[in-house]
């Protein structure tokens, strides 16, 4: 089965603590994205990735941290300088890093900081 | 970036079809507009997307009009399991990474 996946599901933190957020896919896909959504809200682009060693930021990157080692994983560290990490995580992918490539999006991960 | 102009939410008849409008006066010639659907709690998925023409899948229908201000998604025999929030978006084929937003959409509710 080709898909996205992002563990863990939920993900609980102390405040100032670094967590990474996991995010693999096996699309064999170039293109690969962090996305965050607040309760009632719309997606916003954290940073994005056209191709491995390569990425590139989003509108709200500060605070976050990505890394492109492999193809397949793109994880998502989230620093104690993200004034408010508690969110939906969501990672997506795609063919190319043209927008015209339907994005394949991941189950989410949803962490909260206290 | 066009913006895109949706009602917040919508109710359909299981069976019956549903008409989703979306209003993106602003759009550019280059500019495609795309259709997503989130079920509560999971990642967006992806329906259609379409430039100036009329376009089909297995999904759904996206009718554009002629001027291209505003688009209509169809699902033509809504089911429970299409009840999400749907998203507009409008998007330029080489605008790389920049500004992606997905507003808050239409919430979608299929009534048994």
């Known amino acids: 089965d080709g898909g996205i996946t992002q563990s863990p599901k939920y993900l609980f933190r102390k405040e100032g603590q670094n967590v990474t957020l996991s995010c693999e896919q096996n699309l064999n896909h170039d293109a690969m994205y962090w996305y965050r959504q607040d309760p009632g809200q719309g997606l916003r682009l954290i940073y994005y990735s056209q191709i491995v060693n390569d990425f590139q930021k989003g509108d709200i990157a500060e605070g976050y941290s990505v890394s492109r080692e492999k193809k397949e994983s793109f994880p998502l560290t989230v620093t104690s300088a993200q004034k408010n990490p508690t969110a939906f995580y969501l990672c997506a992918s795609s063919i190319g890093l043209a927008f015209s490539y339907e994005q394949y999006f991941g189950p989410g991960t949803r962490l909260t900081v206290t | 970036d066009a913006k895109t102009t949706q009602p917040p939410s919508m109710d359909c008849a299981e069976g019956r079809a549903a008409n989703l409008p979306c209003n993106h006066s602003?759009?550019?010639?280059?500019?495609?507009v795309y259709w997503y659907r989130q079920i509560h709690s999971q990642g967006p998925q992806y329906i259609i997307h379409?430039?100036?023409n009329n376009e089909t899948n297995e999904m759904a229908s996206l009718i554009i009009t002629e001027d291209r201000k505003s688009s209509t998604l169809i699902l033509p025999h809504a089911t429970l399991r299409d009840t999400a929030v749907y998203y507009c978006?409008?998007?330029?084929?080489?605008?790389?990474?920049?500004?992606?937003?997905f507003g808050p959409g239409t919430r979608l509710s299929v009534l048994p």
């Open positions: 379409g430039l100036k």
């Open positions: 602003t759009i550019s010639g280059n500019e495609y």
């Open positions: 978006i409008v998007r330029a084929f080489d605008n790389y990474g920049q500004n992606f937003v």
